[in-house]
C-alpha cells in the first residue's frame, strides 16, 4: 500500500510538471536536470540514479531541481512512437483503394499492434 502512493507521488509530480518520462518494468526513466541523459527511478523508494553524471537522489532532489529539468530532451518515447507508427498506418490502410493491398496492411498493422504492446508490457505502465 505505502509503495504504491509514493508509486503515485511520484508519478504526480512527474505529470503536473510536465517532465517526460518513460516505464521500463519497475523503473522510471527520465531526462536527468543536470546533463540530460537518462537516469533510472525506482518507484517504489524514489531512489534515483544517473549513469551518465552519477547524480542521484529521491523525489526532493526533483522538486528542488524542477526548474532545471529541459523537457524530453534525449528522452526516446517508445510509447510515442508505438502511437505515431501505428496512426500512420492507419492513415495509409484509409487511403488505399486497392483492396488486396488495404488487407495486406491491416496485417501489417494488426501485427505491428502486437508486438510493439508485448515489448512495451503495456501492464507495467501507468
Ligand atoms: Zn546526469
Redesign the pocket.
Known amino acids: 500500500m505505502r509503495k504504491n502512493s509514493l508509486k503515485l507521488i511520484v508519478l504526480s509530480f512527474f505529470k503536473e510538471n510536465e517532465i517526460d518520462y518513460v516505464f521500463h518494468k519497475h523503473d522510471l526513466i527520465f531526462s536527468?536536470?543536470?546533463?540530460?541523459?537518462?537516469?533510472n527511478m525506482d518507484v517504489a523508494t524514489s531512489y534515483w540514479h544517473?549513469?551518465?553524471?552519477?547524480?542521484k537522489g529521491n523525489l526532493k532532489e526533483l522538486i528542488e531541481n524542477k526548474e532545471l529539468f529541459k523537457r524530453g530532451i534525449n528522452l526516446y518515447n517508445p510509447k510515442k512512437e508505438k502511437n505515431e507508427l501505428l496512426g500512420k498506418l492507419k492513415q495509409l490502410i484509409s487511403k488505399q483503394d486497392d483492396d488486396k493491398l488495404k488487407k495486406q496492411l491491416e496485417s501489417v498493422y494488426e501485427k505491428t499492434y502486437t508486438l510493439t504492446n508485448y515489448l512495451l508490457n503495456e501492464k507495467e505502465s501507468i
Open positions: 536527468c536536470f543536470q546533463c540530460n541523459k537518462e537516469a544517473c549513469i551518465n553524471c552519477h547524480s
